[in-house]
């Protein structure tokens, strides 16, 4: 994938653990690549449910997942993201809870009751 192998390529130079998001912003993708591997990089999501208070439930499809995260976060942070689910989805573990987490922060800086 063309995440991993910009990575490695970054990783093979010396770099500190605060330098990190520095070398995501050096991964040239344009927006519609880094929407298209994000839409990839979720696809075994269908919908995630957040509970937004005792009475609510958010029911989000995975194009609305994919547009929350590319308005609040980054671009750095958005491939970033993509490279922890590639690791996720590569240990056959399940993407929901680290996405609904991450969801859940986003919604509560835009003031939603989580």
Do not use: F, T
């Amino acid at each position: 994938m063309v995440i991993e192998s910009n990575i490695s390529q970054i990783n093979n130079e010396s770099h500190s653990w605060e330098e990190y998001s520095e070398v995501y912003s050096k991964i040239r993708l344009s927006q519609n690549q880094v929407k298209r591997i994000l839409n990839q990089s979720l696809q075994p999501l269908k919908y995630v449910n957040i509970e937004i208070n005792n009475n609510e439930k958010l029911e989000l499809k995975k194009e609305q997942i994919v547009e929350l995260l590319l308005i609040n976060l980054k671009r750095n942070e958005v491939v970033e993201l993509i490279h922890m689910l590639q690791l996720i989805l590569g240990r056959k573990s399940e993407i929901s809870s680290y996405i609904k987490y991450i969801l859940i922060g986003i919604l509560s800086n835009n003031n939603y009751d989580c």
